[in-house]
């Protein structure tokens, strides 16, 4: 069981145990209603005077532990079954759903702080976390004060804090307490990283969240093992659009107008824009030289216009603005009502250190085209940063011509793109790339970069154990058609055999040589100087699944992990050549 409390509230909270479980149905109480002056889910967490609600897990439950939470001082009980003892003077509640009820409570203990934040969630399976940083850092930059709350980090209205744990979305405790720090803060903003797990009803962590806006980035296969498909694993994402329509959308500094932005490129665009009774914006990215992109026309799932196959009398583009009454995915389909402009990004190149791309389209009928310049560095990061800045510029009303320019102050993702630069005649790149999806996102123009340079490029990478295994073998497929050496290595091999884990993904490429294209070395540390003694100048290194991670879960528990500061210890071991040691001089 992990941290579940945290000790950030400078403001302190007392409630009455039944006043924070009103809207919440009760099977029995035992004991008369207590205040309790904090939440937990961790009975090693229990401070005196809180409620302990013993959640239902699936190697633990927490009802074995509810005799030592009333140890610890424990003042009030909720759980979902009967139980065989109660203790006087602790005020027990019986519900139907405990996850749902400490929702609830959560919200009510911490005074609904969604309702007075306006609350972006942003989902998909990948670049969630990059875009929530982009929103946080361009709202910041246009003067708003924002929070957010993501994968790598928090920030509860000043500098941003390093996540400790590896949950993308952690317990409505904790989310709940880090808005309501964020309200008492000042912030008129809240950007909350919104994974499936969080959005299902199963874990009710972002129940009571009342969002204004949401993001959605694409939806690929993942986290079968708790989701079982993938229609549920969609369907489970599109509750954030679905919650957009379940409040009024009133805050502290009044009514805000509530919006979805999707990837119209992904296959399920359609399925989210029909999510919500919102309006919609679409963004996406054509590959390609200047002029790839018509100036204003979305594009679809396959990067041709989303209006393509569609009769000529049914196509209406001018120069500039995107008209979206054929912008559909689907070209025989009616076009969607809700669906009210977006941003379409072409002739993206990455030079100098930036990202430099082209952007045209049409917001609310009024057209947009400007060139960007991002101080980030891949090219799936325009998408992200096109979401953010439809986002920013809905929330704030600000102009894209003074939005535009806040990029080139943007921060990268730690543990995202991240070079290593110690002095190696080789790249080394870090990034947080896990699944199928982000392997197809950033090796293939890595690989023709690499290629076209001369250079080999060497992968090391695993996959996390106790979680979905059909993509294991996907990830071994797609990795082989991009990189000349694969190094399969520990990322966080859980309760799994490392090796037997390493193996599926191995199936995945039988087509390399074992020994001196596929090398399977479970152990992280030895596998990074393996790539590296294996690696010269022109070539690239790319360390993918740990990103920004501080450890390696095995069937022992966690070990502090670093991924870049094992990284440069590494390369800081390797012998000198001539050509290494004069670029060190």
């Known amino acids: 069981m992990g941290k579940a409390r945290l000790s950030i509230m400078t403001k302190s909270y007392t409630k009455s145990i039944l006043h924070c479980l009103s809207a919440v149905p009760s099977v029995a109480v035992h004991g008369s209603d207590v205040s309790v002056s904090s939440l937990s889910y961790d009975s090693r967490e229990i401070l005196p005077g809180a409620a302990f609600f013993a959640l239902p897990g699936i190697h633990t439950d927490g009802s074995a532990f509810i005799e030592a939470a009333v140890a610890q001082g424990a003042a009030a009980v909720v759980h979902q079954n009967s139980l065989p003892v109660y203790r006087e003077g602790v005020c027990y509640v019986q519900v139907p759903d405990v996850r749902a009820a400490m929702a609830a409570a959560a919200a009510a203990f911490f005074d609904e702080p969604s309702r007075e934040l306006v609350t972006i969630g942003v989902t998909g399976t990948e670049g969630k976390t990059s875009t929530v940083d982009f ?7 246009c003067g708003k004060k924002a929070g957010f709350s993501s994968t790598v980090s928090y920030s509860l209205g000043g500098a941003a804090i390093a996540n400790p ?17 964020m309200r008492d803060n000042g912030c008129e903003y809240a950007v909350v990283e919104s994974s499936s797990h969080g959005l299902s009803p199963r874990t009710a962590r972002l129940l009571h969240v009342d969002f204004d806006a949401g993001v959605f980035m694409n939806v690929t296969q993942e986290h079968l093992e708790f989701h079982g498909t993938f229609e549920q694993y969609r369907y489970d994402k599109a509750n954030l659009f679905r919650a957009l329509d379940t409040h009024a959308h009133c805050k502290k500094n009044g009514t805000i107008p509530a919006f979805g932005v999707v990837n119209r490129q992904d296959p399920s665009a359609e399925y989210f824009i029909q999510a919500t009774q919102q309006p919609v914006f679409g963004f996406s990215v054509v590959k390609g030289a200047a002029g790839a992109c018509t100036p204003g026309v979305l594009h679809g799932s396959t ?71 991002a101080s980030v560095t891949g090219d799936f990061n325009v998408y992200n940063i096109l979401a953010a800045l439809i986002t920013v510029h809905n929330l704030t009303g600000k102009p894209f011509d003074e ?10 993702v730690k543990g995202r793109m991240c070079r290593v630069e110690e002095g190696q005649p080789f790249e080394v790149i870090i990034d947080y790339a896990h699944t199928p999806s982000s392997f197809q996102l950033i090796m293939p123009p890595i690989s023709a970069r690499v290629h076209a340079q001369g250079g080999k490029l060497i992968a090391v990478f695993g996959s996390g154990g106790e979680r979905d295994t059909v993509k294991r073998p996907e990830q071994g497929r797609i990795a082989a058609d991009y990189c000349d050496i694969l190094i399969l290595a520990d990322e966080d091999p859980r309760g799994e055999d490392p090796v037997a884990l390493l ?17 399977i070395i479970p152990n992280r540390p030895a596998a990074i100087r393996k790539a590296f003694s294996l690696a010269g100048a022109g070539d690239t290194v790319l360390l993918l699944g740990k990103g920004h991670e501080n450890s390696i879960i095995g069937k022992d528990g966690a070990v502090p992990y670093d991924e870049y500061t094992e990284a440069c210890r590494a390369i800081k071991e390797l012998p000198l050549t001539p050509l290494y040691d004069k670029m060190k001089e």
Do not use: Y
């Open 135 to 141: 929103i946080w850092q361009l709202l910041t930059l």
């Open 503 to 519: 193996e599926m993904i191995a199936d995945g490429c039988p087509q390399k040589k074992r020994s001196e294209e596929l090398f």
């Open 403 to 412: 939005l535009v320019p806040l990029l080139w102050q943007l921060s990268p």
């Open 303 to 373: 990067g041709e216009p989303a209006n393509s196959g569609l009769p000529a009398a049914a196509v209406s583009v001018s120069a500039a603005a995107c008209d979206l009454s054929t912008n559909s995915l689907s070209p025989a389909a009616a076009p969607l009502r809700n669906e009210a402009g977006g941003l379409c990004a072409c002739n993206v190149r990455e030079q100098d250190g930036a990202l430099h791309f082209t952007v045209s389209g049409s917001m609310q009928g009024k057209a947009v085209s400007f060139e960007a310049v």
């Open 165 to 181: 744990a590896h949950q993308t979305t952690p317990e409505s405790v904790t989310v709940q307490e880090r808005l309501a720090r």
